[in-house]
């Protein structure tokens, strides 16, 4: 009986070091994904550690339903997406001070430097006009490395799919981005 | 690549600070081990509560296994008909509103030689040999004590001349 005890104890013991060895190889091939995921909803360094943070947090509480890198990747960026956008949408205030921030660095800034902060603040201003289908899709699409194949993956949708949505995302951007050109 | 395109990649393409990893493990050693976490599943737990149910039944039927006793034994003792009626007779109420028993009644340990001698006292009983009778006068409580005298005699003690002469 104390055998038999004995042994279980240390299957189960076996079983958490090999799942906490696979959690750290995700982690590691996967931390700057979730980051960048998070920025591009948050733009804000710290926000967005601390919403990647989380995330991993409960990926690996829910790692034994996830051991799957496909299938780990994709619940991961899913889940980045959502805290980020409720990261959001709960600070609002912060939001007005960047704004604030950004309008008061313009200002004392150089010419060049005004023209490119200008860009990049515009440029986010229209992603986030996006439809949340279509933004996603180009976040990930220009996160480097990845191709179709992999935002195909990580949004769990067939490639035909993507390649549309970011044709559509594409041309509003255009759109709305074209004065600045 | 479409300046568009490239303007979004400069955009997006953020490494995270060198200290990221460190902070996220930091964070997940706080946390429970995955195992421990589906050990506490609710199918867990369901396992787990009926394994015990299964283990306790399992040693609920060891105990109940017969011990061989070599010096007890129960036995049920058989009274005569007159004590049986009278037994019957007192208990009738007693048994009319107490509950319906499920289990057997609990049997009385009594030695081996304890039941040897009532056997055959029953066997007396029965066949007529020998009769039970109360006699009242004898259980009648004391009503005076009386101590019968002690008579002492006197100590007869022999001279030291008759005992014998000192050598």
Avoid: C
């Avoid at chain 2, 081990?33 to 867990?44: C, L």
């Avoid at chain 2, 040897?116 to 259980?139: I, K, P, Q, W």
């Amino acid at each position: 009986m104390h055998e038999l005890v004995d042994r279980l104890a240390s299957g189960v013991v076996e079983v958490d070091r090999e799942l906490e060895r696979e959690f750290e190889v995700r982690l590691v091939e996967s931390s700057t994904l979730a980051f960048r995921v998070a920025f591009s909803v948050l733009r804000h360094r710290e926000d967005a550690e601390d919403v990647a943070q989380e995330s991993f947090a409960r990926a690996f509480r829910a790692f034994h339903q996830l051991r799957d890198r496909e299938r780990f990747r994709a619940w991961l960026v899913r889940m980045t997406w959502r805290l980020a956008l409720d990261r959001r949408r709960g600070d609002r205030r912060r939001e007005a001070r960047e704004t604030a921030h950004a309008a008061t660095a313009a200002t004392s800034a150089g010419p060049h430097t005004v023209d490119s902060s200008y860009r990049a603040h515009a440029l986010w201003r229209a992603i986030d006009t996006l439809p949340d289908k279509l933004r996603i899709a180009i976040v990930l699409a220009s996160i480097e490395g990845h191709d179709l194949a992999e935002v195909a993956s990580l949004l769990r949708l067939p490639i035909g799919t993507v390649k549309s949505r970011l044709f559509l995302a594409r041309r509003r951007l255009k759109e709305q981005l074209q004065w600045i050109r | 690549m479409d300046p568009l395109e490239r303007q979004i990649a400069e955009a997006v393409n953020v490494d995270p600070s060198p200290e990221f990893v460190a902070r996220v493990r930091a964070r997940i050693a706080t946390e429970d081990t995955p195992a421990v976490r589906w050990r506490m599943s609710p199918f867990f737990v369901a396992g787990a509560a009926f394994a015990s149910i299964m283990a306790a039944v399992w040693v609920a039927t060891i105990d109940r296994a017969p011990v061989q006793t070599p010096m007890v034994a129960g036995v049920d003792i058989s009274l005569p008909a007159p004590v049986r009626a009278a037994a019957a007779t007192v208990a009738a109420p007693l048994v009319r509103t107490a509950p319906p028993r499920t289990e057997p009644p609990p049997r009385v340990i009594v030695p081996l030689d304890e039941i040897r001698g009532l056997r055959r006292l029953s066997d007396l009983l029965r066949s007529g040999t020998v009769a039970l009778t109360f006699d009242d006068a004898r259980s009648s409580p004391v009503k005076e004590i009386a101590v019968a005298p002690i008579d002492i005699a006197p100590l007869t003690v022999a001279s030291i001349a008759e005992q014998g002469v000192e050598q």
